[in-house]
């Protein structure tokens, strides 16, 4: 992957698009807390600051993950390349077995949200650092977040793979991903809410976006009793990510070891 230069470009993207994304917020934050009206006064008491530790490693991870599809590019492209120059197929030739193919990609898939997870830590940091206000509180009581962003992440580019993998064509590969991350799966949300109940947290993005709620100044103060149902559910929603994610790559073991190499 250190020679591939879209994995660069891509993850540079990345490293611009988590602390811009998290910055605009705070702005938008700041803006409401520093009104002098009364307004301005409550949301600053009801929520404190949900850029300062130990908020920020929830707030940054929310934010951060609204740009998975952006390594998912890497993703798709890193599988369907072995299908486009059939390396995939000399790699069987050169003594790889079918499931020595899939754990290499599967490693790949691992790297690429380990790095991820790392410029979404420095971002938790630094946004915590730069605001903090009390020096002598627990900075890292919610750092579990990192770990729930690692999940998130890998759960999500895991899907990608899949799609990629199914595919074989990187961009009809991309343009169903992206079509369904942003467009599809949040109408379907919409949709189920109002006809189903809450089915739509059991669809494949949702399932893993409800490890990481929203932050207390985007429904807090809108919905208290949502908020804490949210985090009440998170323990749900990593057991069925887990599951979801080992699902994905056992489907992807059990069609490679069928697969034509063609």
């Known amino acids: 992957m250190k020679k591939y230069s879209a994995f660069w470009w891509v993850l540079g993207l990345t490293a611009l698009s ?8 705070f702005k938008i934050y700041d803006q409401m807390a520093s009104n002098q009206t009364t307004g301005g006064k409550l949301i600053k008491a009801a929520i404190g600051n949900p850029f300062a530790f130990p908020e920020s490693w929830h707030t940054a991870a929310y934010f951060s993950s609204w740009f998975i599809f952006i390594p998912a590019v890497v993703v798709i492209m890193l599988i369907s390349n072995e299908y486009s120059f059939r390396t995939h197929r000399q790699n069987i030739i050169d003594g790889w077995s079918r499931s020595q193919f899939v754990s290499s990609k599967l490693i790949d898939v691992l790297i690429i949200s380990i790095m991820i997870t790392l410029l979404y830590t420095a971002v938790a940091l630094v946004t915590g650092f730069t605001n903090m206000e009390d020096s002598t509180g627990d900075n890292f009581n919610k750092a579990y977040f990192t770990g729930l962003f690692f999940l998130q992440t890998f759960s999500q580019l895991s899907i990608a793979f899949l799609i990629g993998f199914l595919v074989k064509k990187a961009f009809i590969a991309l343009g169903i991903f992206i079509f369904y991350f942003l467009i599809l799966e949040n109408i379907l949300v919409g949709v189920f809410r109002l006809k189903l109940g809450d089915a739509g947290r059991f669809l494949p993005f949702e399932i893993s976006d409800r490890m990481v709620p929203p932050p207390a100044f985007l429904s807090k103060l809108d919905s208290p009793e949502n908020y804490q ?9 990593i057991g069925l990510t887990v599951a979801f994610t080992v699902i994905i790559w056992a489907i992807c073991y059990r069609i490679n070891n069928k697969r034509d190499l063609k």
């Not at 149902?229 to 929603?237: G, V």
């Open 18 to 25: 988590y602390p811009g994304i998290n910055y605009m917020f």
């Open 229 to 237: 149902k949210a985090f009440d559910n998170i323990p749900l929603h």
